[in-house]
Structure formats: structure tokens, C-alpha cells
């Protein structure tokens, strides 16, 4: 499952100075939000299809401007059609440079377009698509939208006054890069590409290695300033609460050691044994660990006394697990913390929610690396990274 707060550093110096991302010279380019803006910027004004046409070609490739609906060159799904999201036209011409399409969509209602292309985004999410979105290719300018298909020709668009606008809840935008508030609640436009293979825009943050400290590092890493915020609750009674709205069924709640010590064939959680020579002082169940089937929805939710007590003895148990065959065992549940929270879950749509929440799994594996688009930070134990990447999607 794919799903992060902080961009991995993906490339040295000197591949940061042949790329051509918009850079200012020596300066931090992040865009501090005061209020919503009414457009990304004033130069991406078009009100018809020739005019954005006209403005995209000043950056990149855009020949053979077609509207046939049966156009082969539209992608088999469509993001939005005319006559919805307030689109009054749409077209698409190629990028004979970087051998890709470039998809254009004029809106009389930007609000409205991005009203829309953000319910697509939770709708595919709550679908289980948790990954839609999050390395989004959606430019838009005042009244018009630009769908790139190539990550090339999207750098090259990045330089414009267009911005790409990013509506899945883990995503973010890392230090160097404007930032700035959509027109829509709980999306944000910038002028960073992302891209799960790295070839996108640049991280321009300090790549540090979260299992030896500070120092230059190609591996994933935090930022200059550590974390960039973890979830904490005051009480289990807050932090069952804090869950309720993200997958985690807790109607059947429960503090007894018998249910806590409760472990099946679908579901084993990572505390084993006295919760608190983990350094876990109070733990919870969420779940139903016996009736007529058996067990299922089994969560446990832990308030931590000692997080580096207990990030060390998840470690330990985790590399036993890795021990067979270099991989977890699908029923075993994940650590994913908090500042004094955990929770304990295998369930991907749990985790998708709490990631969500900015809680971030421990993970331990040795040689682990993330792509650019998440967030990976250093963790308590030793040798472990706190992250809201799973490779392999598990």
C-alpha cells in the first residue's frame, strides 16, 4: 500500500543541477498560506481551448489540438467529461518531444473542478485505491486544467504559473517548493511533481539516513527540522475516539487481559505478553475476538509510557519474522505510532486511515527505501525508520 508525509531525497547535487525544475537560486521557495487563493496565478488565464493551448505551448510540446470524444489519443478513462465539474470544453494535443498527450479541460467554475476531481480522489480511496492521486498530473490555471501524461513534459509545466493540484489526504509538498490552498478544503497546489519512480521534481530537503543520525545520506530521510508531527492522545478513551472515523471498529471495546492476550490465525498482534515490559501503559482491544466465527476486526490500541522501549522490542520481533523467508508474515500485525499512541492492526484500510492521521509504521527491514511522494522519518529504535510507505503494497 502506498500511501506519506515527508519526500524521500532521490537525487545528489549534481542531479539537482541538470534537472530544470523552477529553482530560485539559494532561497526556500515554500509559500506560506494565509487564505484560500482565487486562482493559482494570474498569467494561467484562458478562457477557451485555443487560448490554454496557446499558454501551455509556451512551456512544452502541444501539437495536432484535437476535441473528438473518440480521440485514441484520450486516455480509456476519463478524469471528467464536458458537461461536469463545470468543463465547457475538452481536448487533447501531443507532446511529440517526450512522446505524450497532453489532456485540456475549461472550466467556467474552477471551484467547481476541483470540487469534483477531489470526491473522484475519496471515492477512489474509499475504494481502495489508496495510491490514487498522490502523484497527481492535474495542472490548473484560472479556468483551465492540463493533464500531462509524461512526467517530463509535467516538469516542464511546473515552471509555468500553473499548479498541480493534490487532493490525497498523505500527500505534501516538500521544503524548496510553493505551496499554496486550493479553492476545496483538504487539497493543496504547488508547483512539485511527484513521481514513484523519482524521476519527477527534485526534493531539495537534506537527505539525512534515519538509522545512523545526522550527516548527507542517499537514503530516505527527515527533514532539517525532525518530525513532521505525530498524532498523540491524552487518554485511550481520546485516542479510541481520535480512530472511531478511520476503519478502526471499536463497538466492540474491550481492557481485559483475557480478550488482550486473544491472538487467532488471521490476527497476532506485535505486544506479546505483559503490555507493560514494553513500555505500553495502558492497552486496549478493539474487535471481536470470539462468538459464533471466528475471531475478526481484531485492533489493539495502546497508550505508551516508553515508545523507545517499545519501537526496540517490535524491532526484534519484527527481524524474527523477517527470519524465514524475508517476510512479514501476512497475519502479524504492523506497529504504527504515534508520540505516545499506537495502534496494532493488519488491516491495510486501518493503516490507510491512520496514515492519515499522520501515524507512521515502524519498519525495520534492513536496505528498506522509499520513493519520492512519502514520508519517512528516524525512529527510536535503532536500525528502524518510521514511515507511511509499505512496499509491496501489504
Given at each position: 500500500m502506498h500511501v506519506k508525509r515527508i519526500l524521500t531525497a532521490l537525487a545528489t547535487l549534481a542531479a539537482l543541477s541538470s534537472l530544470t525544475a523552477c529553482e530560485d537560486s539559494g532561497t526556500d521557495r515554500t509559500t506560506e498560506v494565509t487564505g484560500p487563493t482565487t486562482a493559482p496565478a494570474e498569467g494561467a488565464d484562458a478562457t477557451t481551448l485555443e487560448q490554454a493551448r496557446v499558454y501551455v505551448q509556451r512551456y512544452a510540446s502541444c501539437e495536432r489540438m484535437g476535441t473528438d470524444p473518440d480521440d485514441p489519443r484520450l486516455p480509456l478513462t476519463d478524469l471528467t467529461t464536458v458537461g461536469k465539474w463545470g468543463?465547457?470544453?475538452?481536448?487533447?494535443?501531443?507532446?511529440?518531444?517526450?512522446?505524450?498527450?497532453?489532456?485540456?479541460?475549461?472550466?467556467?467554475?474552477?471551484?467547481?473542478?476541483?470540487?469534483?476531481?477531489?470526491?473522484?480522489?475519496?471515492?477512489?480511496?474509499?475504494?481502495?485505491?489508496?495510491?490514487?492521486g498522490l502523484f497527481s498530473r492535474v495542472f490548473?490555471?484560472?479556468?483551465?486544467?492540463?493533464?500531462?501524461?509524461?512526467?517530463?513534459?509535467?516538469?516542464?509545466?511546473?515552471?509555468?504559473?500553473?499548479?498541480?493540484?493534490?487532493?490525497?489526504?498523505?500527500?505534501?509538498?516538500?521544503?524548496?517548493?510553493?505551496?499554496?490552498?486550493?479553492?476545496?478544503?483538504?487539497?493543496?497546489?504547488?508547483?512539485?511533481?511527484?513521481?514513484?519512480?523519482?524521476s519527477g521534481s527534485p526534493n531539495f530537503e537534506t537527505p539525512r539516513d534515519p538509522a545512523a543520525g545526522d550527516g548527507p545520506s542517499a537514503k530516505p530521510g527527515q527533514s532539517d527540522t525532525g518530525s513532521l508531527g505525530l498524532p498523540q492522545a491524552g487518554s485511550m478513551e481520546e485516542l479510541k475516539k481520535m480512530l472511531h472515523p478511520y476503519h478502526v471498529d471499536c463497538a466492540n471495546f474491550s481492557t481485559d487481559p483475557a480478550d488482550l492476550a486473544v491472538e487467532s490465525i488471521d490476527f497476532q498482534p506485535v505486544v506479546r505478553g505483559d503490555h507493560r515490559a514494553w513500555g505500553v501503559e495502558e492497552r486496549a482491544l478493539c474487535g471481536y475476538p470470539a462468538g459464533e466465527q471466528r475471531a475478526h476486526d481484531l485492533n489493539w490500541l495502546d497508550v505508551v509510557s516508553d515508545m523507545t522501549l517499545l519501537q526496540s522490542r517490535a524491532r526484534d520481533a519484527q527481524r524474527e519474522d523477517?527470519?524465514?523467508?524475508?517476510?512479514?508474515?501476512?497475519?502479524?500485525?504492523?506497529?504504527?505510532?504515534?508520540?505516545?499512541?499506537?495502534?496494532?492492526?493488519?488491516?491495510?484500510?486501518?493503516?490507510?486511515?491512520?496514515?492519515?492521521?499522520?501515524?507512521?509504521?515502524?519498519?525495520?527491514?534492513?536496505?528498506?527505501?522509499?520513493?519520492?511522494?512519502?514520508?519517512?522519518?528516524?525512529?527510536?529504535?535503532?536500525?528502524?525508520?518510521?514511515?507511511?510507505?509499505?512496499?509491496?503494497?501489504?
Open positions: 468543463v465547457t470544453e475538452r481536448g487533447v494535443c501531443s507532446d511529440r518531444v517526450e512522446n505524450g498527450e497532453l489532456i485540456f479541460y475549461v472550466t467556467s467554475d474552477m471551484k467547481a473542478f476541483q470540487e469534483g476531481y477531489k470526491k473522484r480522489v475519496m471515492d477512489k480511496i474509499a475504494a481502495g485505491e489508496a495510491t490514487y490548473v490555471g484560472r479556468n483551465f486544467a492540463v493533464t500531462p501524461t509524461e512526467t517530463k513534459t509535467a516538469l516542464k509545466l511546473s515552471r509555468s504559473d500553473l499548479r498541480v493540484l493534490t487532493c490525497n489526504p498523505t500527500a505534501s509538498v516538500p521544503e524548496g517548493y510553493k505551496r499554496e490552498k486550493a479553492l476545496v478544503e483538504g487539497c493543496v497546489l504547488s508547483d512539485f511533481v511527484g513521481s514513484e519512480d523519482g523477517l527470519k524465514d523467508d524475508n517476510r512479514l508474515s501476512a497475519t502479524t500485525s504492523r506497529l504504527l505510532v504515534g508520540r505516545n499512541i499506537a495502534v496494532e492492526t493488519n488491516d491495510p484500510a486501518v493503516r490507510h486511515g491512520l496514515y492519515q492521521l499522520q501515524f507512521l509504521y515502524l519498519n525495520c527491514e534492513p536496505g528498506f527505501s522509499a520513493p519520492a511522494g512519502y514520508r519517512v522519518e528516524k525512529a527510536a529504535a535503532a536500525g528502524c525508520v518510521l514511515t507511511n510507505y509499505e512496499p509491496g503494497g501489504n
